[in-house]
């Protein structure tokens, strides 16, 4: 919501300023661009923390390895 109310107010201060309708429309374009970029980057960090989660799973079961032999050793 925020982002539009941006990209109405750019539009006004654009009218006022004289610059032909061209223009504006190149600009809202780049924004939305620009939302479009973040979007994937926030799609990156998820894969990411993901793929962190499952290194965290491996560890804990190498060391659930580690100790069976030790235990059944100790019988």
């Given at each position: 919501m925020q982002q539009r109310q941006q990209q109405q107010?750019?539009?006004q201060l654009l009218q006022q300023q004289g610059l032909p309708a061209g223009q504006q429309q190149q600009q809202q374009?780049?924004?939305q661009q620009q939302q479009r970029q973040q979007q994937q980057q926030q799609q990156?960090?998820?894969q990411q923390l993901q793929q962190q989660q499952q290194q965290q799973l491996q560890q804990q079961q190498q060391h659930v390895q580690c100790?069976?032999?030790a235990a059944y050793n100790g019988k």
């Open positions: 107010q750019r539009q374009q780049q924004q990156q960090q998820q100790y069976l032999p």
